[in-house]
């Protein structure tokens, strides 16, 4: 029988980040976990996975205008997803030095998109 392969810590750390966001949940979809208030605020795409393209990177909802912002500022950090990058989502890579307080502060503002207003109370009452 084979062995699992470890989690990535680069996915621990993402998804304590996450998973620290009032009532957000984890769920498997499209063979990957998504992170969800309801609806989903964040997507991991691993390396090894298609979506990934050979780098692992979270897929965060973004203010409208802040996607081609953040990929013109810093290409080598962000990027346009595929699937939902036309919907404003921005790509953040997760393999080389990963600002993780940025990267906090991104998911927060991902989860404030679409979060329910009782889950936006609990956020702020923290």
Known sequence: ?????????V??????LCLALPEA???IAWGEPTFRAKKIFAMYA???NHHGGGRPAVWINAAPGNQELMVRAAPDRFFVPPYVGP?????VWLDR???WKELEGLLEDS?????????LALL???
Request: hydrophobic fraction near 35%; charged fraction near 35%; aromatic fraction near 8%.
């Open 25 to 27: 949940i984890e769920v």
């Open 46 to 48: 691993s390396a090894g």
């Open 111 to 119: 989860y404030r998109l679409i979060a329910p207003k009782r889950y």
């Open 87 to 91: 919907a404003g989502w921005v790509g």
């Open 11 to 16: 996915l621990t750390r993402l998804r304590k």
């Open 1 to 9: 029988m084979k062995k699992k392969a470890p989690v990535p810590r």
């Open 124 to 126: 702020d009452t923290r």
């Open 97 to 99: 030095s990963v600002d």
